[in-house]
């Protein structure tokens, strides 16, 4: 019988980084753009059989988030960038890597170059490998995403193997694609990889009690829901704040430690890039205004301005575009 795989690789740019949902198989991402100047973002994905390997480069400052796959649990980490990256609003140190239960939310906020790696995997086909190397299975946790700790240079030897397979198989491409049998192999040996590397891991101090940067990131969620629920404009952050329970100070220094902005700027960043991607999409009989007044921007003057100042073009240019394309 065929063992099924494939392998793609996009390379996106500009304003094409926002239109990239399907970097994770299954699910779908939004990317938030800080600034449309110089992005660069590469994206390959290899199927065998019923996992995906996958893995991601950003040469800019970006904030995605969306849900992991829900019918498969996912091991991530980060292969560049650990000190620059946060996951749900926690700092990623350099040998974690992430644990993500079958449907949970995900925060990516990287302020630099980063690049991050995915196995999506069944857990009963992560389950039989662990067996079969060990005679026992692994202990996974299923209410939310958490980091593990591998031993000094484990993250290293994780990306190697990645990296082995995704090259392999972009050099096979161009001469029709791996052989069923190489396909197999290769499985095997992303699949007993990953399993040896859960086992040699060790619990993270974060993970092993309750978290101030889980409550952080739901705060976070819930304030943001509330900024882009309908059309309210400009939901003063006093009005935030008070919704919240928490003081003003409070929320800017939470918003501040846990993201790197002010709250003002986070949800602005959201609106805008709301914004943009409704542009990009836009059919002929859709204006600038009525974008505008969907994300809350009832003055247009000032709507120009923030959308120029941070993609470095008018909206107007930008809805030309997407009409030309």
């Known amino acids: 019988m065929l063992f099924q795989n494939s392998y793609l690789q996009h390379y996106y740019s500009g304003f094409e980084p926002s239109q990239a949902f399907d970097v994770v198989y299954g699910t779908s991402f939004e990317h938030r753009l800080l600034s449309a100047k110089r992005t660069s973002m590469k994206h390959q994905r290899l199927t ?16 995605a988030r969306g849900s992991m796959p829900k019918t498969a649990i996912c091991i991530g980490f980060m292969a560049e960038g650990a ?33 991050w790696v995915n196995f999506v995997v069944p857990e009963e086909r992560l ?4 067996i079969e190397r060990t005679g026992r299975s692994l202990t996974l946790l299923r209410a939310a995403a958490y980091s593990i700790r591998l031993p000094v240079g484990g993250r290293r030897a994780l990306t190697r193997i990645t990296d082995d397979a995704l090259n392999l198989a972009r050099r096979l491409q161009s001469t029709g694609g791996m052989t069923s049998d190489l396909a197999q192999e290769i499985y095997g040996s992303l699949l007993a990889g990953y399993v040896d590397a859960l086992f040699d891991a060790v619990p993270s101090r974060k993970s092993g009690k309750p978290s101030i940067e889980v409550r952080h990131h739901h705060l976070i969620n819930a304030c943001e829901r509330l900024v882009l629920a309908g059309t309210e404009a400009d939901v003063a952050l006093a009005d935030i704040a008070k919704r919240s329970g928490y ?16 709250p003002g700027r986070w949800f602005m960043t ?3 890039n709301g914004a943009l991607r409704d542009l990009l999409a836009c059919d002929q009989t859709c204006t600038v205004s009525e974008v505008a007044m969907k994300w809350g921007f009832r003055h247009m003057s000032r709507f120009s301005h923030y959308y120029q100042k941070t993609f470095g073009e008018l909206p107007s240019e930008t809805l030309n575009r997407s009409r030309v394309n």
Request: proline fraction near 3%; glycine fraction near 6%; aromatic fraction near 8%.
């Open 48 to 63: 065998l059989g019923d996992i995906r390997l996958e893995t991601g480069w950003y040469n800019f400052p970006v904030i």
């Open 83 to 115: 000190d620059a990256t946060r996951i749900n609003t926690t700092q990623i140190a350099t040998e974690e890597i992430q644990i993500y239960p079958a449907g949970v939310e995900l925060l990516y906020h990287a302020a630099s170059l980063s690049r």
């Open 247 to 262: 003081s003003m100070r409070s929320l800017q220094l939470i918003f501040r430690r846990s993201v790197g902005m002010t």
């Open 270 to 272: 959201a609106r805008l």
């Open 127 to 130: 389950q039989k490998m662990a």
